[in-house]
């Protein structure tokens, strides 16, 4: 009985241990992952799963809360050796011995990016400006919708000092001007007539604070210019000139807040070479709204005859097929309307409250080409032709239009 009782605890024991997400995997490193590439993780995932982002998903909190537990056990060299060595267990222990102390996670997110921890515009917190950013969108990528990255240099706190500008860490007050980054200076106006004026330390570049060992990778300058990749997501529908949000993703500073950084969908003008891998004629289709708007071409004889069909490629490859009948006669610039054939109707909410794709229309319009020259016996037969039915119940259009069959000339005016 006691035999069979210590191996339920140990399977117990087993089983949380199996449970406990390793924190390597959870920042997205193996363990040979340095120190810069631990704070590189955590700097994106904790903004990625933040409460504020996610408002009422309780499993992005929990994950918020398991990011910042694993860089609080990675980012200690000695907390980082006992979990390489014992994992969960040995982090426990140490803790019981008071060897470590768990921090509130937003107080840690507030050590990275300023403020109080929370994403919201706090009284009195200083916000850097947003950014706006043009990105082109293929019109079949709008249609069918499409998951991709986009790339953009933009300013941010630098890795290397954590924003310290410092190589060993060590920030000194400015002798010159008491950490305040203002000096008072004195002009003088006229004999004994001075003005003091308020003008920035030229020693510390009005930051207040001088550093001795600059940072190799900044110098000094506590940000750098980076390249960063984010992931866009383009829903079916979604208008052209649409606004995507990126909140407190636009320049970093450690004097601020980040400001947010603001993409705007734009069409991208298609091209045969780049953009028609699967030559759909879709791609040269001209988007008003909901509606989708295609020219069509027709000869003289298919506008006047009939006949004749045209399958179209949409932009998800299927066909639509375009078609008269023998007889049926299609006017110039005369406009079709081909229901539920145009692009999907975007909701703020996803699809209708029926949960049903909703579509607008293709309109298409007719272009009927004229030969531009015939060969004799060709010209000879559609004259005898036409002849032939206009004298039989042809209609005259200049002698129905009223007009006088010779020109007439203006009564002649006596000079003055």
């Known amino acids: ?128 400006p947003d950014m706006e950013v043009r990105v082109g969108v293929p019109l079949r990528d709008f249609y069918n919708g499409h998951s991709t990255d986009f790339q953009l240099e933009k300013q941010q706190i630098c890795d290397e000092c954590d924003g310290s500008g410092s190589a060993d860490g060590q920030v000194d007050t400015c002798q010159h001007c008491g950490g305040h980054g203002i000096v008072i200076k004195k002009h003088q106006l006229a004999p004994g007539i001075f003005q003091q004026v308020q003008a920035q330390c030229d020693k510390c570049g009005g930051q207040g604070k001088t550093i001795k060992h600059k940072c190799p990778l900044c110098s000094g300058s506590r940000v750098v210019r980076k390249v960063n990749t984010f992931s866009l997501v383009i829903e079916r529908g979604i208008p052209k000139g649409h606004r995507i949000k990126y909140e407190n993703d636009a320049d970093e500073s450690p ?36 509606d989708l708007y295609w020219r069509e071409v027709l000869s003289l004889r298919e506008a006047w005859m009939g006949g004749w069909t045209r399958n179209l490629t949409h932009l998800d490859g299927h066909i639509v097929e375009l078609s008269r009948k023998r007889g049926e006669t299609i006017q110039p610039s005369q406009i079709q309307r081909v229901v539920g054939e145009g692009m999907p109707k975007w909701h703020e909410d996803g699809d ?65």
């Open 255 to 290: 004097d601020y807040v980040a400001g947010d950084l603001l993409v705007t969908l734009t069409e991208k003008e298609p091209s045969l070479t780049e953009d028609n891998e699967g030559q759909l004629d879709g791609t040269f289709f001209r988007r008003k709204g909901d």
């Open 352 to 416: 209708s409250v029926y949960h049903i794709a909703e579509f607008g229309d293709l309109v298409v319009e007719y272009t009927v080409v004229l030969p531009d020259q015939m060969e004799k016996p060709m010209e000879k037969d559609f004259w005898a032709l036409w002849e032939k039915w206009r004298k039989k119940n042809g209609v005259d259009l200049h002698k129905d239009s009223g007009r006088p069959d010779k020109p007439v000339m203006p009564k002649s005016k006596d000079e003055l």
């Open 1 to 128: 009985m006691w035999f069979t009782s210590s191996w339920l605890i140990v399977l117990c024991l087993l089983q949380l241990a199996a449970c406990a997400t390793d924190f390597y995997k959870l920042l997205g490193l193996d363990k040979s992952a340095s120190e810069r590439d631990i704070k590189r993780a955590y700097r994106v995932m904790s903004k990625k799963f933040h409460p504020d982002k996610n408002p009422g998903n309780e499993e992005s909190k929990q994950k918020f809360v398991e990011v910042a537990e694993a860089y609080e056990a990675l980012s200690d060299a000695e907390s980082r050796k006992i979990y390489d060595q014992y994992g969960h267990e040995g982090l426990k222990q140490r803790q019981k011995g008071g060897g470590g102390q768990r921090h509130d996670p937003f107080d840690m997110f507030s050590r990275f990016f300023g403020g109080n921890g929370h994403f919201g515009h706090q009284q009195g917190e200083r916000r850097g």
